[in-house]
């Protein structure tokens, strides 16, 4: 028996004052974007804004559907629009802030377990990890350097490899 351990660093800032310029325009597009959502469920804006690996920047928000599980998340817009404009194109960083119209916005919320999962996905067919910083409106930005990290034993395309054929 072996008694394994996961485990990963992450940086927490005090606030956007606190990050490079560069993190601090990423997070402050993602939280002007918010206004984009189509929210009318849940009351609760997500934006996401990120920096491709060719310079691009794409953005995304959350469409919700009266038939709720129609409704998609800001990060897998925003991987649709990244994917449909720049094919095969990695994602160097994606900023994600949130406006709750019905209460506060000053911690980071992290993405949910299927957006974690395409964005897994994502990052190993553009073979380059997605650097992730989550913020609200206000309040502490937490920076995460790797995609995967936020997902551990994630299921992938490769657990489905067939067998080879002995010749
Ligand atoms: N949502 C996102 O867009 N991204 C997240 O990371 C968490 C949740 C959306 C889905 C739904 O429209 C609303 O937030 C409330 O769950």
């Known amino acids: 028996m ?32 918010t206004q984009f959502a189509y929210v009318p469920y849940s009351n609760f804006r997500v934006g996401a804004f990120a920096k491709l690996t060719n310079g691009k920047t794409v953005m995304g928000t959350n469409q919700e559907n009266a038939s709720y599980p129609a409704g ?21 960083t994606i900023a994600i802030s949130y406006d709750n119209l019905k209460g506060k916005s000053d911690h980071p919320i992290s993405p ?21 910083i989550l913020g609200g409106m ?13 997902l551990p034993f994630s299921f992938s395309a490769d657990d489905m490899k067939f067998k080879q054929k002995e010749k």
Request: aromatic share 6%; hydrophobic share 40%; proline share 2%.
């Open 138 to 150: 206000e309040g502490n930005v937490q920076v995460i350097e790797n995609a995967a990290n936020l």
């Open 2 to 33: 072996n008694n394994e351990v996961f485990n990963f660093d992450f940086k927490v800032y005090d606030s956007i004052e606190e990050l490079s310029d560069q993190d601090a325009e990423l997070l402050r597009e993602a939280r002007k974007v």
């Open 72 to 92: 998609i998340c800001a990060e897998r817009t925003l991987m649709s629009v990244a994917s449909t404009l720049f094919p095969n194109v990695a994602i160097e």
């Open 112 to 132: 949910c377990g299927i957006c974690r999962q395409s964005l897994v996905e994502f990052q190993q067919r553009t073979d380059h990890p997605i650097r992730i």
